[in-house]
């Protein structure tokens, strides 16, 4: 999949399905550590927090580790990249229905459906195409990677901060609206969107093939704590893509999905910290945002601010 593809989608379609097992009780009651930096300087009264997230909300993923949960009780604003309500949340869905009057089988031809049908028979027996037969093409290609692990219904991390923060009585909001996320996936052409499909299909297929998944992979990192991982997975994950003759689409959505994305919500993280510069801040986003080059930490750090890894 796209470098960081899932790491960036804040949302998927809602679907009500058949939960999967629990967790094994071998797995961490959360991550080892929390993928969480300071944020100081620049007559901050406070220190501020990046807390990396993972838009999935099982085992230890779904819980915050004590050091960012303190983090978060400490802080008097907490920002996640889209909202989190119930409201907003249910009106996302919308944007992944096609309104050019198609149904996604006849837009990918019977070949592909025919794969995409596959894929879904082998995340559960259950699922059907016909589902998904409203659906624009990029969406049914977004939604492959994480489909099994979002069976289970659980809130995702983004969802438990969120909710944490209301009862909590916080001021809570947005870095981005749907359409920041979305609209990128709305811009390209069907012929991209095939594309992308057919090459999410080709790699689930082959990691299924050598009994792995790629979902499981980013987890076992992100459970890690360690950026450096987090950032090796991403990694490897994106050239599978662009090592092939699709390399000038993945490095297209790579452009607008990351560092496009990175430079504006770091320009809104700013703005926020200058406006209340005595209040604490938590901005909890996909945590691909915060590894790698030029992300949110090391356009904060050219801003002026010192941003340093919280490890506890």
């Known amino acids: 999949m796209i470098r960081r593809t899932i790491a960036t989608l804040s949302v998927l379609p809602f679907i009500a399905l058949p939960a999967f097992a629990e967790p094994a009780e071998a797995e961490p009651k959360h991550p080892v550590q929390p993928l969480l930096w300071k944020v100081e300087g620049m007559d901050l009264d406070k220190p501020s927090w990046l807390f990396g997230t993972i838009h999935l909300g099982d085992g230890p993923v779904g819980t915050l580790h004590p050091a960012a949960r303190k983090a978060l009780e400490a802080s008097d604003a907490v920002y996640t990249e889209v909202s989190m309500d119930p409201a907003t949340q249910l009106g996302l869905a919308r944007h992944f229905i096609r309104a050019d009057g ?12 025919d794969q995409f049908a596959r894929e879904l028979k082998a995340v559960n027996p259950a699922l059907v195409p016909e589902v998904f037969e409203s659906f624009k ?162 356009q904060l750090r050219k801003k002026g601010y010192t941003v340093t890894f919280a490890n506890p």
């Open 102 to 113: 198609k149904k996604l089988s006849e837009s990918i031809g019977e070949e592909l459906h």
């Open 137 to 298: 093409t990029w969406a049914a290609a977004v939604t492959v990677p994480l489909l099994e692990a979002q069976l289970s219904g659980a809130t995702p991390l983004d969802g438990i901060v969120w909710n944490e923060a209301k009862k909590a009585g916080k001021t809570t909001g947005a870095l981005e609206k749907a359409a920041d996320q979305f609209g990128i996936f709305d811009g390209l052409t069907e012929e991209e969107q095939i594309i992308l499909l057919s090459e999410s299909l080709r790699l689930q297929r082959e990691a299924r093939a050598d009994g792995e998944n790629p979902v499981d992979k980013l987890v076992e990192a992100y459970v890690s704590g360690d950026p450096k991982r987090v950032e090796a997975e991403v990694e490897r994950q994106f050239l599978e893509m662009i090592k092939g003759e699709h390399k000038a689409l993945g490095e297209k959505l790579l452009k607008q999905l990351l560092d496009d994305r990175d430079t504006k919500m770091a320009g809104t993280m700013a703005a926020r910290l200058e406006a209340e510069p005595g209040k604490s801040h938590f901005f909890a986003v996909g945590a691909a945002h915060y590894v790698g080059k030029d992300n949110i930490g090391e």
